[in-house]
């Protein structure tokens, strides 16, 4: 980076300016390492609202810099549309789908012993490794243990032997989605914002988008707080700098789903004249092949010169010898107290997804997301009947399958997934969607709890044959009625997670599964509670609801709480059916899971129609205190 580029940036903001006044003066830079230092600057919830990507309402003179010397990455994903998954993959360099339950959203996964995260193998290296401050790993990993130093205070500075080289990161809070449930003001205004059209213009979303580019403008200045102190140090020349969004934005269908949106992060590295031979390109340049997060372990490892574990399924992208990557991929399970089931691929123009929960909608009630005013306004206009089909379509139940053409259709509104003309594109993606969920042994058909979940457990075929599970799962996705007989025959399968997705695809049927009464009649009694579940909502579809509301009311009252919420949800969905469910649902607000708090409010607003938009079902302040003490919601 050197000298040169530092002070330039930050000389050209106040903020940046008394930071290097505060740095102190730079010293001479350190002498030649054999391996570079590495700096991770990481920020929270945000698309590349940012200039050097063409956005011209952003100001981030931080990035552009580090862009205009540097690489950036131009079309970058996370591997989860939220940050506690996503975070499990850039640790481990495995997909948080393939150790169920890190696919759902604040989950506790158990990693296995033979999965090393990359701060103990980058140690092992001879690195000196610090993170501040944010974990949220989504797994059993004791933070204290893998890094050198871990916490606010965690530093390169702390290193003892100062010729020791470090990787050092830094997590960013300022652009978290809690961030926008009050206004910031600043450089833009709502006016002046422009509002992709699956939003209503409303006064709410109008103030959201405003408040974000408020927000990462400050973020910019925070970075080049950290880059004076990486000057100040004498490290510049010796330090590869990395920024990135440990996930996608969180404005409307954007945050936990999986269009770009969610998904598409910011990147951009910047290698000092004597490393610029790792880059796969010239200072200043492009790359438009995909990346994905579950590439950085590996590109670290590489930069360290440490061997990559065969378990990490990403390639290093920072070489002279760098082969472009064809695809990128990403996933929802749960989010948050919501269940809901989706894969998604992308080559950077064409964007594949496929939703194997279709009976349930985008826009699932959700008390976190929904305490932005853009939610509430976008769902009150749902409620009124002022939405046109584009930005209603997001309260509707999904398809199967979407394709959109990100060039031709950035804001992916124009599903082309029925188009004959878009065939052998529809093909290929979805080829390459079921070649990987093989590959890296998906878990995502598994309901929290259910046996099979987990690393090694999900590889015994008895209990997960994950090849006969894809097919019957994509045969319920698709509710049809010639899929009935499959659905029916399945209903008896020894492995509990077949007679899960026999009872989803009855379920899906609805109305059409009448003669399966009996096989979902018998499938309220199987051993396991997510099977009963399912059974008994598609049975109080089919109009049987005193036998399935009684099974849902006694799931939902009493186990382990993924169960319960599994309970509650289905109980949501059922309507006024559901009134049985009217005293668990206010006993809910005692429980010590925020989840079962959350979605057993909204069931009793619902049940008790006292529910709006704008009902405040989250605990605002509680989740304040979390956020302070580092530990809220990703």
């Not at 903020?15 to 230092?37: D, E, K, M, S, Y």
């Not at 871990?150 to 500075?157: I, K």
């Not at 472009?324 to 998604?344: H, L």
């Not at 079962?596 to 909204?602: D, E």
């Amino acid at each position: 980076m050197g000298h040169d580029l530092t002070r330039r940036n930050l000389l050209g903001s106040a903020a940046g300016a008394a930071a290097l006044a505060a740095a102190g003066p730079v010293r001479a830079a350190a002498t030649g390492q054999a391996r570079p230092n590495i700096l991770w600057l990481v920020s929270e919830d945000n698309n590349p609202f940012i200039g050097a990507y063409g956005d011209k309402l952003a100001h981030t003179p931080t990035i552009d810099e580090l862009a205009r010397k540097g690489l950036l990455f131009r079309n970058t994903y996370s591997n989860a549309p939220v940050c506690a998954p996503s975070r499990f993959g850039i640790l481990t360099g495995v997909y948080p789908e393939s150790c169920a339950p890190a696919n759902h959203m604040r989950a506790q996964a158990q990693l296995p012993q033979e999965l090393r995260t990359y701060p103990e193998l980058m140690r092992e290296a001879g690195y000196f490794c610090t993170n501040s401050a944010k974990t949220d790993y989504n797994c059993d990993v004791d933070p204290e243990k893998i890094w050198d130093g871990q916490g606010d205070e965690a530093h390169w500075r702390s290193r003892e032997d100062k010729s020791q080289p470090f990787m050092a990161v830094f997590n960013y809070q300022t652009t978290h989605e809690s961030r926008i449930f009050k206004p910031t003001t600043g450089r833009v205004t709502p006016e002046m914002v422009s509002i992709p059209p699956f939003l209503p213009d409303t006064p709410g979303t109008r103030q959201d988008f405003a408040s974000y580019y408020n927000l990462m403008e400050k973020m910019d200045g925070q970075l080049a707080e950290r880059l004076a102190e990486l000057e100040a140090d004498g490290l510049a020349d010796d330090t590869i700098v990395f920024y990135y969004s440990d996930n996608g934005g969180v404005l409307g269908r954007s945050k936990r789903y999986c269009y770009d949106e969610g998904l598409r992060c910011a990147m951009v590295v910047y290698a000092p004249p004597k490393w610029q031979h790792l880059l796969p390109g010239r200072p200043g340049s492009e790359i438009t092949s995909p990346v994905s997060f579950i590439d950085l372990a590996p590109t670290v490892l590489a930069l360290a010169g440490a061997r990559q574990p065969a378990y990490m399924r990403g390639k290093p992208f920072l070489s002279a010898r760098a082969q472009p990557q064809r695809y990128a991929f990403g996933m929802r399970n749960r989010m948050d107290e919501r269940i809901d089931f989706q894969r998604t691929v992308t080559d950077g123009r064409w964007r594949y997804i496929r939703n194997y929960m279709p009976h349930r909608p985008w826009g699932q009630q959700q008390a976190f997301e929904w305490l932005a005013k853009g939610y509430q306004e976008w769902e009150q206009a749902h409620i009124d009947g002022t939405l046109n089909p584009v930005q209603d379509r997001f309260f509707q139940p999904k398809p199967f399958e979407e394709l959109y053409d990100l060039a031709a259709d950035p804001h992916e509104i124009n599903d082309l997934a029925a188009s004959p003309e878009h065939r052998a594109t529809l093909a290929e993606l979805s080829g390459a969607l079921d070649a990987q969920m093989l590959a890296i042994n998906d878990n995502g058909f598994l309901p929290e709890t259910m046996p099979g979940e987990g690393w090694s457990e999900s590889r015994d075929t008895a209990l997960y044959p994950l090849k006969e599970v894809m097919a019957l799962a994509a045969t319920a996705a698709r509710g049809k009625a010639s899929g009935l007989g499959a659905l029916r025959r399945a209903a008896r399968h020894s492995a509990p997670v077949m007679r899960y997705w026999a009872a989803t695809g009855l379920l899906i049927l609805g109305e059409k599964a009448a003669s399966a009464k009996a096989d979902l009649q018998r499938l309220l009694a199987d051993n396991e509670p997510q099977v009963r579940i399912v059974a008994a909502e598609a049975l109080t579809k089919l109009g049987h609801a005193d036998e399935g509301v009684e099974v849902l009311v006694a799931l939902a009252a009493s186990g382990p709480w993924q169960v319960r919420l599994y309970a509650l949800n289905a109980l949501t969905y059922i309507g006024r059916a559901a009134m049985p469910a009217l005293e668990i649902a206010r006993a809910t607000q005692n429980d010590s899971s925020e989840y079962i708090k959350s979605a057993g409010k909204y069931l009793k607003l619902r049940l008790t129609d006292a529910y709006t938009p704008q009902t405040t079902i989250f605990d605002y302040e509680g989740l304040m205190r979390k956020i302070r003490a580092g530990n809220g919601p990703g």
